[in-house]
Every structure is written in structure tokens, then in C-alpha cells.
């Protein structure tokens, strides 16, 4: 059964940084791509960044670019989220999300198959 477990949420003032952790297990396949997504209270799941396993093009949010980064070790089936610059308004629980196909576009969920519990992120002002 395939996982994605997520780690490395919190709770930290505006301008802070946090890194997040997504670990995959279970699959007996090669990603397409993994990404992060996002949902604060009363809002629809967003897209946050993306990257694609193999070659390691990365795609953001318009919101974030700037001041996230996400980056893969491959050998260890983990994908990353720096967040850097933290905003109150970042403040959502964060998913990341598995594609085992090629398919696209990668800021839409539909493309995902696979997804995570989810992990807090909190940002104070």
C-alpha cells in the first residue's frame, strides 16, 4: 500500500522559515511528479509547488515563488518544501501528493493519485 508521510509542520512568527518532509513508501513504481498543496479553513485545496521526479523541473504557485523552494533526494523517495519569508496568511494544513503517471497539469489536483495526512503549519503575526 502505497504512504505518503508528511513531518516538520509547526507553529512560528511571520518571517520565520519551516521545512517540510513528505517520505513515500509502498510503491513498487517511479514517480511522475510530486507536489505541495495547501488548505487553510473555509478555502478550497490550493497548489503550492511541484516538481517532476526524474528530471527535477519545479513549478509554483505565484503566491509563494520567491520564498519556497522544493527539491527531491530520489534515493530516499522524500520530497522537501523550504518555506522561507512565512506569512500569517500561509498558515493551512499542507499536503503533499503523489502522480504516478505522466500526466499533467501539475497544479491540479486530478493529476495526483496518492496523497498525504496533511501537516499543520501555523504563521503568527
Known amino acids: 500500500q502505497v504512504q505518503l508521510v508528511e513531518s516538520g509542520g509547526g507553529l512560528v512568527q511571520a518571517g520565520a522559515s519551516l521545512r517540510l518532509s513528505c517520505t513515500a513508501s509502498?510503491?513498487?513504481?517511479?514517480?511522475?511528479?510530486m507536489g505541495w498543496f495547501r488548505q487553510a479553513p473555509g478555502k478550497e485545496r490550493e497548489f503550492v509547488a511541484a516538481i517532476t521526479w526524474n528530471i527535477g523541473n519545479t513549478y509554483y504557485a505565484d503566491s509563494v515563488k520567491g520564498r519556497f523552494t522544493i527539491s527531491r533526494d530520489n534515493a530516499k523517495n522524500t520530497v522537501f518544501l523550504q518555506m522561507n519569508s512565512l506569512k500569517p496568511e500561509d498558515t493551512a494544513v499542507y499536503y503533499c501528493a503523489g502522480a504516478s503517471s505522466f500526466r499533467f497539469p501539475l497544479r491540479g489536483r486530478d493529476t495526483y493519485d496518492y496523497w498525504g495526512q496533511g501537516t499543520q503549519v501555523t504563521v503568527s503575526s
Open positions: 509502498g510503491h513498487t513504481f517511479s514517480w511522475f511528479a
